[in-house]
């Protein structure tokens, strides 16, 4: 008996002084970013850092290039557990809080300048309002802007009202928003969209510039409008119960991590997004300065038909918010 307490003793002793050697936490972590994009090398970069600084307490799986679904699956899969995280568009933010979707309202932003000063002052309302959905805000990006892209040249609405339009076939209030309009759209997947445009099903589309160069959609819609539609501000989300699941003593370092990724994310994209339009032209693409009088004739089509939006595709109170910063800001710089 005494020997059997001995040994004892020297186990309970040897487990107390040994290091940790709790489970790790595992981070899963979804997006649609091709691996080697922009977006995909920071969120690897994130998880690298995540690791780094939890030594290893919280690893970090990554699943870029749509491996774990489309937007919409990887919400699913985080409230299953499957997934513990994701980096959306502001589509995807729009399917878990549909107040993302008000800052993706065509012509809404004249700059990025103009954008950074807004985003800055409603960021704090639209995190409240996800993460009241059972979600934290990691991280929100800038990843440039919208614009269209067609087989002939478009440059005033009427331009673009020939045309056959792709959307996104999982928002049918922006599908409304377009026929409202008067475009004829024809809704589809991302995937689907080389195929639509190479069969003449679609003959427009509106991209990123990024993405139209990196999935050559260019050679297939060579004329580009110089008209920024809307700007492109995704997140990083996890669950709360994977964001709880962390060592509270790792997450504020984890943070500013990511906002280190952020910057330099943004500060790069907008560097490649330049780039990448020079690629194009050098490869055939026509690029059209609207007129003066174009930028008007398209904001007049789009007011009239967001006003049909306003508190049904996303709450009023928020874009009213938006509104308000927008105008705030003009008038400090005496528009």
């Not at 309970?12 to 790790?24: G, S």
């Not at 929100?140 to 045309?163: I, M, S």
């Amino acid at each position: 008996m005494r020997r059997t307490l001995a040994v004892l003793a020297v186990i309970l002793t040897a487990a107390a002084a040994a290091p940790d050697l709790r489970a790790a936490t595992v981070i899963k972590i979804g997006s649609v970013a091709p691996e080697r994009s922009p977006w995909g090398k920071a969120l690897e970069e994130v998880a690298r850092e995540w690791e780094r600084i939890s030594n290893g307490a919280v690893q970090v799986r990554t699943y870029p290039g749509g491996i774990a679904g489309s937007e919409l699956d990887m919400i699913r899969k985080m409230r299953l557990g499957v997934l513990q995280g994701g980096v959306f568009s502001n589509m995807g933010l729009a399917k878990i809080e549909r107040s993302a979707l008000a800052l993706n309202m065509p012509f809404l932003f004249d700059s990025l300048e103009e954008l950074d000063a807004v985003f800055e002052r409603v960021k704090p309302a639209l995190e409240k309002a996800v993460e009241s959905k059972g979600f934290k805000v990691i991280l929100w990006t800038q990843a440039g802007w919208v614009n269209f892209f067609a087989k002939e040249q478009a440059v005033y609405p009427d331009d673009l009202k020939k045309h056959k339009i792709s959307v996104t076939s999982d928002e049918p209030e922006l599908e409304q928003l377009w026929k409202k309009m008067g475009f004829q759209v024809v809704p589809g997947d991302m995937k689907d969209l080389m195929v639509q445009l190479q069969s003449g099903m679609v003959t427009a589309a509106y991209l990123p510039a990024l993405l139209a160069a990196s999935g050559q959609y260019f050679a297939v819609t060579p004329h580009m409008l110089d008209l920024p539609l809307s700007p492109l501000v995704g997140g990083l989300i996890l669950s709360d119960k994977a964001w709880g699941s962390i060592p509270a003593e790792f997450r504020q370092p984890m943070m500013e991590a990511v906002a280190k990724a952020a910057r330099e994310l943004t500060r790069e994209t907008a560097d490649l997004e330049a780039k990448a339009v020079t690629m194009m032209k050098d490869n055939g693409l026509i690029v059209h300065e609207p007129p003066p009088d174009a930028l008007a004739k398209w904001r007049e089509g789009a007011a009239r038909s967001i006003d049909d939006l306003v508190g049904k595709a996303f709450p009023r109170d928020i874009y009213d918010e938006i509104t308000a910063y927008i105008g705030e800001f003009r008038k400090s710089r005496g528009k």
